[in-house]
Each structure stands twice: as C-alpha cells, then as structure tokens.
Nanobody, 122 residues
Framework: QVQLVESGGGLVQAGGSLRLSCAASERTFRTVAMGWFRQAPGKEREIVAAISWSGGGAFYADSVKGRFTISRDAAKNTVYMQMNSLKLEDTAVYYC???????????????WGQGTQVTVSS
C-alpha cells in the first residue's frame, strides 16, 4: 500500500506562489500515476493536476492551466505542484493521490494523503 504525505501548504497573498510536495512511501511510486486534488468548503473534490507514471504525460484542470505545474522525482519518490499566480478561488485543502490507472481519470486514484490547507488572501 502506498502512503502519501503532503507538505508545503500555507497562507499566501493573491498573486503569490506555493510549492506542494507529496512524498510516497513505496518504490512502487515509480509505476503509479500521481495526482493533486482539492476540495473547497461546500464544494466537491476536484482534480487539479495529474502526471503519468513516467512523467511523460500531464493533465491540468482548465482553472489552473498556465499557473500550476506538476512534476515528479522518481529518485525521491516525490511529486510536486508549483502553484503560481494564486487566486482567492484556489483556497482549498489539497490532496495528493496515487493510482494504477490512467492518470487523467479520477477513478484511477486509490491512495490518498491527509491533505494540506492552501489559503489565498486578498
């Protein structure tokens, strides 16, 4: 079973940047798709970005395209999400997830981190 630990959340002003990290416990990390999801108060969880096991494919939600970048470091069993030009509407709990299926399909994800809060202020 893959265990995931997120870090890097916090409070930032609109227009600022944050980088989220997600460390995986297993070497199988190298063969699974990884994704970042978020859930804002009163809203359903949504996929934000995802990356294939090889790192060769990436998906972004329309709301973050051009602002967020997902990447992975196989040597460190870690996936990152660089978030730039943050907006108030990016405020949410961000979750890292791992799965064996197609990286841009939300049902592929079976393992979840505990979540990290990102708050964007005006």
């Amino acid at each position: 079973q893959v265990q995931l630990v997120e870090s890097g959340g916090g409070l930032v002003q609109a227009g600022g940047s944050l980088r989220l990290s997600c460390a995986a416990s297993e070497r199988t990390f190298r063969t699974v798709a990884m994704g970042w999801f978020r859930q804002a108060p009163g809203k359903e969880r949504e996929i934000v970005a995802a990356i294939s096991w090889s790192g060769g494919g990436a998906f972004y939600a329309d709301s973050v395209k051009g602002r967020f970048t997902i990447s992975r470091d196989a040597a460190k069993n870690t996936v990152y999400m660089q978030m730039n030009s943050l907006k108030l509407e990016d405020t949410a709990v961000y979750y890292c997830a791992a799965g064996m299926g197609v990286y841009y399909v939300t049902s592929s994800y079976k393992y979840w981190g505990q979540g990290t809060q990102v708050t964007v202020s005006s």
